[in-house]
């Protein structure tokens, strides 16, 4: 009589092989970019991509659609993805040369900024809040960041002369410029007194 035939081992039968493995995707939120209120988004490096009040990087500076008018102002950054090496840096510049919206902040003069990601100040994840205060009320000009309604302490900003433009460098990154109230998370962490910031009613290139 013949034999009851055992089932084909995976040697014998073999299955069809995995997908090749593929490069971590880049960590996101579901949201779709912000909208912009009295300010949207000013000048931006070439290497960037811009929506809305959204920034995309690629890697380079972007800067706030009006200069800083009135003695204190505050902004959040809201992070939407961050890529493998993503980072970025919050702070404040000045008006430049297309080649320095290429450079870090704080790497040319007249601006600063606070560095985020792996091996920096903070790490930088998806869903962080990252509030920005400047003060041009008192002398030296002061600038207060907040990481999800935390105030950090932070190096002095130093060499923040004339009209200065808040100022964000993103790299593999995204992130939404919360600039107006209406979009702020963490509104009541930051100090009293500091307000969105103001159109320029004309006085800096606006309406």
């Known amino acids: 009589s013949s034999r009851a035939r055992k089932p084909p081992t995976d040697e014998e039968n073999p299955k069809s092989p995995p997908p090749a493995a593929k490069a ?9 970019p912000l909208r912009p209120g009295a300010v949207g988004l000013g000048s931006a490096s070439s290497g960037l991509e811009t929506k809305g009040l959204r920034v995309k990087g690629g890697t380079g500076r972007c800067l706030a659609g ?7 102002a505050y902004w959040e950054i809201h ?4 890529g493998p090496e993503g980072f970025l840096f919050v702070g404040m510049a000045a008006q430049g040369p297309e080649d320095h919206m290429q450079q870090e902040l704080g790497a040319t003069p007249r601006s600063f900024g606070v ?12 869903g962080d809040v990252v509030g920005v205060s400047y003060d041009q009320a008192i002398f030296p000009v002061a600038v207060g960041v907040w990481l999800n309604g935390s105030a950090l302490t932070i190096p002095m900003s130093r060499g923040l002369k004339g009209e200065q433009w808040p100022a964000i460098f993103v790299s593999d ?4 410029w919360a600039l107006g109230e209406e ?12 307000n969105a910031l103001m159109a ?4 800096i290139g606006g309406d």
């Open 24 to 32: 971590a995707p880049k960590r996101k939120a579901a949201n779709g």
């Open 66 to 72: 009006v200069a800083v008018v009135q003695d204190r």
């Open 79 to 82: 992070v939407v993805e961050v």
């Open 115 to 126: 560095q985020f990601g792996s091996g920096c100040l903070a790490p930088l994840r998806v």
């Open 173 to 176: 990154c995204a992130i939404d």
């Open 183 to 194: 979009h702020w998370k963490f509104a009541d962490s930051r100090p009293e007194g500091f």
């Open 200 to 203: 320029s009613r004309g006085l």
